[in-house]
Structures are given as structure tokens and as C-alpha cells.
């Protein structure tokens, strides 16, 4: 989902920078009649987007992109408040710094292009990845329908599959790429494709990636935010890693009552970051409602710690209301916590948390056994603790 919000964005009309062109587009229609043609991009951290007059079936498309990365081609302009453009109306390229030729044949989606090795690699790339997209909408749908039909266990089932299933398919397109092509002009998109975002970020994986990089991508504006990124995982996952000592928070409870992480003594405590809109962690709560159920008298317990609520739009109320709702339709009979901030809370940030579900499993000394144990995992390691 945040992938469709981040190139959404990309794609809302901003100012053009002031740098000199240094790609050019040359498109040619068959058969295709469209007044204007327009390439939204991000340049800077900012949305841009270049356009161009159709004259005589051809345009010519040119303006500044410091590095390579995929753009939305269309003959429709659009933005935030308009919507996406109707299907054969957009097309998905690859642009960097260079020249080459662009062939729209019947419809203005259908398109081949000629000159440009990054925009054939990334194509190449599209179609080996799509036998796992396929797979992974199939998926979504099949978990989505069984969320409507109330069958939690199978939609989480299902999401332990997307998850196989997606680490495979970046594992095989991106990771294979980037082993084959660490100089690529595609290289740096490759990486974040296959690095991800947020709290999955394998920063000791994707640092040598990163190190090959071309100097001019890596003091990029992006290349030197993906690099802190890059950074900071490495940092978080050794202040946070299995055998670390577990970083301690308080937050209050649902009546309002301080709870203190540390406060909990004797037991091993799962710390489970979820929240009542996520349709993954509410799949997931009937896992740890059998584990809790199966363990809670060995000396196993659970801390839920909410990210309801919003950061910028603060309801409190309401958020409050749709968390308590969900603690009594899902049965989640342990110590539920929040501050009622959304993303901003208090122990999220601490731990880096950017996606949920999200968990780590920490012992009576205070110290992390486990990590984001989901599904089957979560029973296999209690199942190892409490022979």
C-alpha cells in the first residue's frame, strides 16, 4: 500500500527544477491520437512532472532526472484530487540520464521502446517478476474475501504464503539482478525493491549493494536518504537484535493506568505492535490468541501495543473506541496498551516500527529471543522455550 501512496504522489503536477534536460524522450504515435503526453516523476524528493505538445503523431519529452528510476508516461494529465487515468491511458517506464525512443501502436499503454538499455532491463525485470505479482493479487483477493467472510485462520494462512512467496520473488528478480548488475543504472531502484521499507529492512544485506553504487547515485538526495536508512537498520538491528537487551517503554492501558514494559517479571513477554484497521494483524490475532491460551500458564503473556489513532488528525475518542472494539471481537484477553498517537507512538518509534504486524518475543531477563514471529513460528519457539 505505501508503494501506491509513494508513486500517487510522484505523480501530482509540481514546479520543474531549474537543472539543465539531461534525458530526452522521443515518441512516436500509431494510431494513437492524443493532444499532450506527460511524465510524472520525483526529483529532489518532490513531485514533478514534464509534458510535451503532440505535433504530427510525434513529441519530444526532455527534462532533468538525477537518477534513474520508473515514471508514469501518460496522455492524461492527473494528480491527487483527479484520480488515476483510465488503463490505456499509462504507461510505466524506466528513465535516466539519456536519449532514446519511445513507439505508442493502437493504444498509448502500448508501447516499445529503442536506445535505452535501462528501460529494456527494467522491462525485462517486469516480466520476470509478474509470474509473482500474479500470484501474490491471487492471494490478496483469496485473504480478502476471507476476511469478509470472518475466516480469520485461513486469512492468516494466507498471509504467511504472500510472505514466503514475496521474499522469493525478490530474492530471485531483484537480488539476482543486483548480484549480475551492481553498476546498472537500474541498480539503486533494484535495491529498493528488494530491501523494502520500514522494520523488514536488512541493512547488513543491502550495505554492500549499496557501497558499489555509483558516487553521483549514492550523493543523490534519495541514495543519501536510503543510505541513513541503511545505516540506522544496521544500528536498530544490533540495538535490537536476538540476544540484545530489550529497550524498555510505558504506555497506559485501555483504563487509562501506566504499564511499564519492565514491570512485567517472570514471564516471557511477547510485544505485539498491531492495531484495529490492520487487516494482516487482526488475521493474525487468532495465532496469538492460541498461543497466549496454550502458554499463558507455562509463563508466557502478550503486551499489545496499539498504533490506533492518527498523528496528524488526532480523534482520540474515536480511535480509542475502535481499539477497545477490536480487543472484544478478537478475544485478546492480555494487557493492551496505547498512547493513541498512530505511527507516532511512543513505543513504536522506539523500535523502529514502520509496518505491523510486528513483534518481538523477550524473555524474563529482559532480553529479545525472538523476532516478527508469525503464524506457525510463533508456536514453533514457544514450543522450543517451554519443553
Given at each position: 500500500m505505501k508503494k501506491i501512496i509513494l508513486l500517487l504522489l510522484l505523480a501530482t503536477p509540481g514546479a520543474l527544477f531549474a537543472q539543465a534536460a539531461n534525458y530526452q524522450i522521443k515518441g512516436n504515435l500509431i494510431d494513437v491520437d492524443v493532444p499532450m503526453v506527460y511524465l510524472s516523476h520525483g526529483e529532489g524528493g518532490k513531485p514533478v512532472v514534464d509534458s510535451a505538445v503532440v505535433t504530427k503523431h510525434t513529441y519530444t519529452l526532455s527534462g532533468?532526472?538525477?537518477?534513474?528510476?520508473?515514471?508514469?508516461?501518460?496522455?492524461?494529465?492527473?494528480?491527487?484530487?483527479?484520480?488515476?487515468?483510465?488503463?490505456?491511458?499509462?504507461?510505466?517506464?524506466?528513465?535516466?540520464?539519456?536519449?532514446?525512443?519511445?513507439?505508442?501502436?493502437?493504444?498509448?499503454?502500448?508501447?516499445?521502446?529503442?536506445?535505452?538499455?535501462a528501460n529494456e532491463a527494467y522491462t525485462q525485470i517486469i516480466?520476470?517478476?509478474?509470474?509473482?505479482t500474479d500470484k501474490v493479487t491471487a492471494l490478496t483477493n483469496k485473504s480478502a474475501a476471507?476476511?469478509?467472510?470472518?475466516?480469520?485462520?485461513?486469512?492468516?494462512?494466507?498471509?504467511?504464503?504472500i510472505d514466503s512467496l514475496t521474499?522469493?520473488?525478490?530474492?530471485?528478480?531483484?537480488?539476482?539482478?543486483?548480484?549480475?548488475?551492481?553498476?546498472?543504472?537500474?541498480?539503486?531502484?533494484?535495491?529498493?525493491?528488494?530491501?523494502?521499507?520500514?522494520?523488514?529492512?536488512?541493512?547488513?544485506?543491502?550495505?554492500?549493494?549499496?557501497d558499489q553504487l555509483p558516487e553521483d547515485v549514492k550523493r543523490s538526495i534519495p541514495?543519501?536518504?536510503?543510505?541513513?536508512?541503511?545505516?540506522?537498520?544496521?544500528?536498530?538491528?544490533?540495538?535490537?537484535?536476538?540476544?540484545?537487551?530489550?529497550?524498555?517503554?510505558?504506555?497506559?492501558?485501555t483504563a487509562g493506568k501506566p504499564v511499564r514494559l519492565s514491570g512485567i517479571k517472570g514471564k516471557y513477554v511477547l510485544v505485539d505492535f498491531w492495531a484495529s484497521w490492520c487487516g494482516p494483524c487482526r488475521a493474525e490475532n487468532p495465532n496469538v490468541v492460541k498461543a497466549y491460551n496454550k502458554y499463558k500458564?507455562?509463563?508466557?503473556?502478550?503486551?499489545?501495543?496499539?498504533?490506533?489513532?492518527?498523528?496528524?488528525?488526532?480523534?482520540?475518542?474515536?480511535?480509542?473506541?475502535?481499539?477497545?472494539?477490536?480487543?472484544?471481537?478478537?478475544?485478546?484477553a492480555w494487557i493492551q496498551v496505547?498512547?493513541?498517537?498512530?505511527?507516532?507512538n511512543e513505543a513504536a518509534t522506539l523500535y523502529d516500527v514502520k509496518s505491523i504486524p510486528q513483534n518481538f518475543l523477550i524473555d524474563p531477563n529482559g532480553v529479545i529471543v525472538g523476532k516478527n514471529l508469525r503464524g506457525e513460528d510463533l508456536d514453533k519457539k514457544l514450543a522450543d522455550i517451554f519443553k
Open positions: 532533468f532526472v538525477s537518477i534513474g528510476q520508473s515514471a508514469f508516461l501518460t496522455s492524461f494529465k492527473f494528480g491527487a484530487k483527479m484520480g488515476m487515468p483510465p488503463a490505456n491511458s499509462l504507461a510505466i517506464i524506466f528513465i535516466s540520464p539519456e536519449i532514446f525512443s519511445v513507439t505508442h501502436t493502437g493504444a498509448f499503454n502500448n508501447i516499445t521502446s529503442t536506445g535505452s538499455p516480466r520476470a517478476a509478474k509470474p509473482y476471507a476476511l469478509k467472510a470472518k475466516d480469520t485462520i485461513v486469512a492468516a494462512d494466507i498471509s504467511t504464503r521474499t522469493e520473488w525478490h530474492e530471485r528478480v531483484y537480488g539476482d539482478f543486483l548480484q549480475k548488475n551492481p553498476k546498472s543504472p537500474l541498480a539503486f531502484w533494484a535495491m529498493q525493491q528488494y530491501g523494502g521499507t520500514g522494520h523488514t529492512i536488512d541493512g547488513q544485506k543491502l550495505k554492500p549493494f549499496f541514495g543519501e536518504e536510503y543510505g541513513k536508512r541503511i545505516d540506522a537498520s544496521i544500528t536498530f538491528n544490533t540495538k535490537s537484535a536476538v540476544g540484545s537487551k530489550a529497550q524498555d517503554f510505558e504506555l497506559p492501558d500458564d507455562k509463563g508466557f503473556t502478550v503486551l499489545g501495543v496499539s498504533l490506533d489513532g492518527q498523528s496528524s488528525i488526532r480523534e482520540p475518542t474515536l480511535a480509542k473506541a475502535a481499539w477497545l472494539k477490536a480487543i472484544e471481537k478478537d478475544g485478546l496505547s498512547d493513541l498517537k498512530g505511527w507516532d
